[in-house]
């Protein structure tokens, strides 16, 4: 017998409940709040330990916004039964991704000037245990951003496909392509406010990690492409800075 075929994209056709345009604008303004708590200077949110409060409120704002909405089994229709295939994908699209991402920075960099991540700085000269909690942060902060992509990808591909007449691939690429611009101008003030660089290097990198929710429709497996991606860009970074101790 054939694989069972993937599920369709949720909330827009009755599985596992529909969402309409109020539900749908109450899950997208919990985005926001939950964006803003990144932004509140708490200063115990600094510290090693407190980095995991703002992270964990990034996801769970959504997430219980979202149930509010659909219930439990909305939130569950965003992390289907896990197949053997999505460790592939998982590993494929965190690979690719870093191979566009560096080609596409080193590519940018020879004709427009590229601010690196403040965080690279920040753990070259943190000692090992904050370096630990902040990998260990990156679980949740990531899935905090796989969801600020994917539930407006979500709406988007509601609205194209209930209210117009465009072909379901048509919808889904232009869905994709619309979802990856809030997220890549969300990484202004982490880059300078370099319009640039956000749009063509973030905006391309996201566009990528996508395709893993995009091929697999589970959410915990683009977070886990885009984790895997991060440690290894950072551990990269934390390597280089070990060789070269002169370098910051």
């Known amino acids: 017998m054939p694989p069972n075929p993937r599920p369709d994209f949720p909330f827009h056709n009755g599985e596992p ?17 939950a964006f803003m708590t990144l932004l509140i200077p708490v200063p115990a949110w600094a510290m090693p330990w407190g980095r995991f409060v703002p992270a964990l409120l990034f996801c769970a704002l959504p997430l219980a916004a979202l149930a509010r909405v659909a219930g439990r089994s909305g939130v569950m229709a965003l992390f289907p039964r896990w197949r053997t295939s999505d460790w592939g994908w998982m590993a494929g699209i965190a690979a690719l991704n870093l191979l566009v991402t560096l ?19 920040q753990l070259a000269h943190a000692d090992n245990l904050t370096r630990v909690l902040a990998f260990a942060a990156m679980v949740p ?35 994709w ?7 890549a101008l969300l990484h202004l003030p982490t880059y300078q406010w370099d319009l640039v660089q956000c749009l063509v290097v973030i905006g391309s990198a996201r566009l990528v990690l996508t ?19 991060d440690w290894a860009l950072f551990a990269t970074g934390l390597m280089f800075a070990s060789s070269n101790p002169g370098v910051s």
């Open 141 to 175: 902060q990531l899935l905090g951003e796989e969801l600020l992509t994917v539930l407006p990808l979500l709406a988007c591909l509601w609205w194209l496909r209930t209210r117009t007449r465009l072909r379901p691939g048509a919808a889904i690429a232009l869905a």
């Open 103 to 121: 080609a596409i920075g080193w590519t940018l960099q020879t004709v427009h000037h590229v601010s690196p991540n403040p965080m690279f700085n």
């Open 211 to 229: 395709l893993a929710y995009l091929a697999t429709r589970n959410l915990a497996v683009s977070t886990g492409a885009h984790v895997l991606n």
């Open 177 to 183: 392509l619309v979802s990856a611009q809030p997220f």
């Open 17 to 33: 409940v529909r969402l309409e345009g109020r539900q749908w604008l109450l899950v997208l303004l919990a985005l926001v709040a």
